[in-house]
């Protein structure tokens, strides 16, 4: 079954008109992109809000959620056949129980993301995508009945350059901190846990 947003949440999804650009590069950058996230991150804490008292803080899970960027590998001959756009499932590989999370991923240049979809995924998760595609920043939640099952949060899709070529290889890293400086969290619906996700890159290899 299909886990639903809230009412806050859906609503972010009408706020959400576009993220903050980062300036265009061709390098590899090692700092978090300049993404504008702030309709998220408001929308999440009104969900906390409006459920059952928590405790914050850096506190420590007995068992971390854990969540998965997709790695693939793709021929030249379907990068040209898909338009050079290469999708990969997000996934929760492990999961404690939890009524919310938030987290993101970076998108180094020259690729970038151009769709986060939750389209056929287990939760209703919302994405802010930055104008240049060079992050995202998400939200979920299911108000406040405990969510156990792993799953399908998102598929965010990734173009890669036209003169992408076998052996290159183009990384979609997980975000523990958005640009403003909150943790990636979630929540069991009685405590908020703040930085107790386990979160694995993924990585597109382009072959032959």
């Not at 300036?23 to 459920?51: F, I, L, Q, R």
């Not at 290469?86 to 009524?99: H, R, S």
């Amino acid at each position: 079954m299909r886990r639903e947003m809230t009412a806050a949440v859906l609503a972010m999804a009408l706020l959400l008109t576009g993220c903050g650009s980062a300036p265009k590069t061709n390098s590899v950058s090692t700092e978090a992109p300049a993404v504008s996230t702030e309709n998220v991150e408001n929308s999440v804490e009104n969900v906390e809000n409006s459920g059952a008292d928590s405790e914050k803080g850096q506190n420590s899970a007995d068992s971390p959620l854990r969540v998965t960027v997709e790695s693939v590998e793709i021929s030249v001959e379907k990068l040209k056949a898909q338009q050079y756009q290469v999708p990969l499932k997000i996934t929760i590989d492990v999961n404690p129980g939890i009524t919310y999370s938030e987290w993101g991923c970076a998108v180094h240049a020259p690729a970038k993301a151009i769709e986060a979809s939750a389209e056929g995924a287990d939760f209703s998760t919302v994405a802010a995508v930055a104008d240049d595609g060079s992050a995202i920043w998400t939200a979920w939640s299911s108000g406040l009945e405990l969510v156990t099952d792993p799953g399908l949060l998102l598929t965010l899709t990734v173009q890669l350059p036209e003169d992408a070529a076998p052996g290159d290889t183009f990384t979609v890293e997980y975000l523990e901190t958005s640009p403003s400086g909150k943790p990636h969290a979630w929540s069991d619906g009685t405590n908020d846990w703040a930085g107790d996700h386990i979160g694995t890159d993924g990585i597109i290899t382009v072959t032959e």
